[in-house]
């Protein structure tokens, strides 16, 4: 059995108070809000924290509202909420992220504000101290070389949660906070292409809240993994689509491809103006796949995960495109 190693925790009651708790301690602390990937980490020994800053006290950080330009989303709002808010039914990619990722029990602790800030996980260093002991220390571990890149400059582990894609292709915003400041940028500006340093915020900075505009289309997510009941994704793909016959607008987002989930926009490009007949969504879905470039750290084999990429963007698509299709 793993145990946990001991520490302190404070439950501060606002995000600004969180963000200054952080910085005053800096490395000495953790951030936690479900604790469904934090409490696995500290128990592998990834992280061996003094001190834990605590979100489940932060007044209002729950709960899912309407706003004349759309929705605004808690970041301590569980993913068994998102998926079963009538508010988020015009939203189906989210839902449908939100309701695939992990377990039931799972999903009725962990918050939507851990999901996006999730490290990416690597099958080498997502293990215990004894099994990385023996295998000997990587890029992500601060010294060594990468298991699975030889040669890597940079660490490959995976963007392995189910709502960053989701939220890419339906244009969300996030909203940081910072002491007594905040900010808000597309959600795209969150995510690095660096599996050790994959989130673009400081380490003080709290997610506060996501906002989503107004549903004008239709949204799809879809989700590769080996056990339908349970695993992280090994690809995920998300489409939203504006359409009159023609499409006016579509967002194609991949995740578990790399360090961070990506949008094709060329590939949403090709689509625009015209209908989704079965030549276009073809090259759409190749120039998508021309995006992944997965190495040997998750499951099933990279070159298989290249190839499903296609084949999901592809079905995605063809999913919006009937409307008795996907929802
Ligand atoms: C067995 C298992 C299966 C899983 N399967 C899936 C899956 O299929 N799909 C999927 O997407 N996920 C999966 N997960 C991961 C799980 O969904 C995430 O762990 C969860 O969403 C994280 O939320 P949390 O509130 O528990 O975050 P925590 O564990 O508390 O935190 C996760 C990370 O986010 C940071 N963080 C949390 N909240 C904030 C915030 N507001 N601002 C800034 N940083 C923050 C923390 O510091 C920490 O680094 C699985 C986990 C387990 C244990």
Redesign the pocket.
Do not use: H
């Given at each position: 059995m793993l145990r946990l190693p001991p520490f302190r925790m404070l439950a501060p009651a606002t995000?600004a108070e969180a963000s200054r708790r952080l910085r005053d301690l800096g490395p000495r602390a953790?951030?936690?809000?479900?604790?469904?990937?934090?409490?696995?980490?500290f128990k592998r020994r990834q992280i061996l924290p003094e001190v834990v800053v605590s979100?489940h006290r932060v007044k209002g950080?729950v709960g899912i509202r309407a706003e004349q330009d759309g929705l605004s989303i808690g970041?301590?709002t569980?993913?068994a909420q998102v998926a079963s808010d009538p508010l988020i039914s015009r939203y189906s990619a989210l839902r449908q992220?939100a309701e695939?990722?992990?377990?039931p029990q799972?999903?009725s602790?962990?918050?939507?504000?851990?999901?996006?800030?999730?490290?990416p996980r690597c099958s080498y260093y997502d293990r215990s101290a004894l099994w990385r002991g023996a295998q000997g220390s990587c890029l992500r571990s601060g010294s060594g070389e990468c298991h699975v890149a030889p040669g890597a400059s940079r660490c490959m582990a995976v963007h392995?949660?189910?709502?960053a894609p989701a939220l890419l292709a339906l244009g969300a915003r996030a909203r940081?906070v910072c002491g007594s400041g905040e900010r808000v940028i597309p959600i795209q500006e969150l995510f690095v292409d660096d599996g050790i340093a994959p989130?673009a915020?400081k380490p003080e900075?709290?997610?506060?809240g996501i906002h989503i505009g107004r549903a004008e289309g239709r949204s799809v997510y879809l989700?590769l993994?080996r056990r339908s009941s349970?695993?992280?994704?090994s690809l995920g793909v998300a489409v939203s689509l504006e359409s009159d016959g023609r499409a006016r607008e579509c967002r194609i987002a991949l995740g578990g491809v790399g360090p961070a989930p990506v949008v094709a926009h060329d590939a949403g490009r090709l689509l625009v103006g015209g209908r989704l007949e079965p030549d276009v969504v073809a090259a759409a879905a190749s120039v998508a796949a021309r995006l992944v470039r997965p190495v040997e750290n998750s499951d099933f084999t990279a070159s298989y995960r290249k190839r499903m990429a296609a084949v999901f963007v592809a079905r995605a698509l063809n999913g919006l495109r009937e409307p008795t299709g996907l929802s």
């Open positions: 995000f953790s951030l936690m809000a479900g604790g469904t990937d934090l409490v696995p980490r979100l950080s970041a301590g569980t993913l992220a695939s990722a992990a377990t799972i999903r602790i962990a918050t939507i504000g851990g999901n996006l800030c999730l490290p392995s949660g189910d709502l940081l989130l915020k900075e709290v997610l506060a989700k993994r349970f695993d992280y994704p």
